[in-house]
């Protein structure tokens, strides 16, 4: 079982930078590729970038490429959302996710592919 615990998030201006952190409790975090998703009130579960196994491949949905960028550190456990340039239409729930079975370059991009869900942190962006 992989637990997530996702932090970071808050209230911040519009223009303004956040970072978010996911910690996973699991022995080989590396076996694992991460993805972020986000859901506004109303609105389905979206991707919004997501990481490989390696670190060495991401993944970006269209609306957050130039400002959100994801990266992870398997000798901590931990995967990484920088968002920068935060509009008001970012503003949602931020989900950090596990993926398994898949290759080290791989970016798993569907919400059906990931296995395991953090409880969530929310991102309010102010105008």
């Known amino acids: 079982q992989v637990q997530l615990v996702e932090s970071g998030g808050g209230l911040v201006q519009a223009g303004g930078p956040l970072r978010l952190s996911c910690a996973a409790s699991?022995?080989?975090?590396?076996?694992?590729?991460m993805g972020w998703f986000r859901q506004a009130p109303g609105k389905e579960r979206e991707f919004v970038v997501a990481?490989?196994?390696?670190?060495?491949?991401?993944y970006q949905a269209d609306f957050v490429k130039g400002r959100f960028t994801v990266s992870r550190d398997n000798t901590k456990n931990t995967v990484y959302l920088q968002m920068n340039s935060l509009k008001p239409e970012d503003t949602a729930v931020y989900f950090c996710?596990?993926?398994?079975?898949?290759?080290?370059?791989?970016?798993?991009?569907?919400?059906?592919?990931?296995?395991?869900w953090g409880q969530g942190t929310q991102v309010t962006v102010s105008s």
């Open positions: 990481i490989s196994r390696s670190g060495g491949s991401t």
């Open positions: 699991v022995r080989t975090f590396s076996s694992y590729a």
């Open positions: 996710s596990a993926a398994r079975g898949y290759s080290s370059d791989f970016v798993p991009r569907g919400r059906s592919q990931y296995d395991y």
